[in-house]
């Protein structure tokens, strides 16, 4: 009779744990449903959130060699409306020369050059310097405007146009509204210019104010 209520027991017991395993395996299999579902519910919308931002990738990309502002030769990928992104080659001096180019100087020196930014500033805080603008238009024409006084700021200043003495000459005081304006590269944007890069527009570097109303430099 022990032995039965004591089978009888063990039976018991055996039953109420298999029931608990059966419900702990309900249970753990409810949690794998829920994971998986929040797994693909998460999958789908990290590739929502990269096509999003494969688009804005996209709407990045430049639609010339001009506006992707290049600053070297190669190939760049540009974008045109109604077409798929594609490479194209890209002449960097066709986006006119950066800030670098116009901080050291380029060109002959026996022929067409610029001494560069830095140079001109360092002559100009040695001693007094005068500016001496000639200009010369197609027909053969020469004018000319002397300033009494130039000097440049630092490469932090942007090389600020910050003195400009009293003007002679023919040409007209045209460079009088740049005075105290900052360099402007198409790389380096300075000017007062709010809806374009000055520099990007004309195709080279100059102490731009909203644009302006001389302009000497070419693109080489």
Same mark, same amino acid.
């Given at each position: 009779?022990?032995?039965?209520?004591?089978?009888?027991?063990?039976?018991?017991?055996?039953?109420?744990?298999?029931?608990?395993?059966?419900?702990?395996?309900?249970?753990?299999?409810?949690? =794998?449903?829920?994971?998986?579902?929040?797994?693909?519910?998460?999958? @789908?919308?990290?590739?929502?959130?990269?096509?999003?931002?494969?688009?804005?990738?996209?709407?990045?990309?430049?639609?010339?060699?001009?506006?992707?502002?290049?600053?070297?030769?190669?190939?760049?990928?540009?974008?045109?409306?109604?077409?798929?992104?594609?490479?194209?080659?890209?002449?960097?001096?066709?986006?006119?020369?950066?800030?670098?180019?116009?901080?050291?100087?380029?060109?002959?020196?026996?022929?067409?050059?610029?001494?560069?930014?830095?140079?001109?500033?360092?002559?100009?805080?040695?001693?007094?310097?005068?500016?001496?603008?000639?200009? @010369?238009?197609?027909?053969? @024409?020469?004018?000319?405007?002397?300033?009494?006084?130039?000097?440049?700021?630092?490469?932090?200043?942007?090389?600020?146009?910050?003195?400009?003495?009293?003007?002679?000459?023919?040409?007209?005081?045209?460079?009088?509204?740049?005075?105290?304006?900052?360099?402007?590269? =198409?790389?380096?944007?300075?000017?007062?210019?709010?809806?374009?890069?000055?520099?990007? =527009?004309?195709?080279?570097?100059?102490?731009?104010?909203?644009?302006?109303?001389?302009?000497?430099?070419?693109?080489?």
């Amino acid at each position: 009779m022990k032995f039965a209520i004591w089978c009888t027991l063990c039976f018991l017991a055996v039953r109420l744990r298999l029931s608990e395993s059966l419900d702990l395996v309900e249970q753990l299999e409810a949690i =794998y449903e829920k994971a998986d579902t929040l797994l693909s519910r998460l999958k @789908e919308e990290l590739q929502q959130h990269t096509n999003r931002a494969q688009k804005s990738i996209n709407l990045l990309l430049p639609t010339s060699c001009l506006t992707a502002a290049i600053d070297q030769n190669g190939l760049y990928t540009i974008e045109v409306p109604g077409l798929s992104p594609f490479p194209v080659f890209c002449e960097s001096q066709l986006a006119g020369l950066g800030w670098t180019e116009y901080k050291q100087g380029f060109g002959d020196l026996e022929g067409k050059f610029f001494l560069g930014l830095e140079k001109v500033r360092a002559l100009t805080v040695l001693e007094p310097f005068e500016l001496y603008d000639h200009v @010369e238009d197609f027909d053969g @024409e020469r004018r000319h405007a002397r300033f009494e006084e130039f000097a440049l700021g630092t490469e932090e200043d942007a090389y600020a146009k910050n003195a400009l003495g009293r003007y002679t000459g023919t040409a007209g005081d045209s460079l009088r509204s740049h005075r105290k304006m900052k360099f402007s590269t =198409y790389d380096r944007d300075n000017d007062r210019e709010f809806t374009k890069n000055c520099a990007f =527009y004309y195709l080279g570097g100059w102490w731009y104010n909203a644009c302006l109303d001389r302009y000497v430099f070419l693109l080489s």
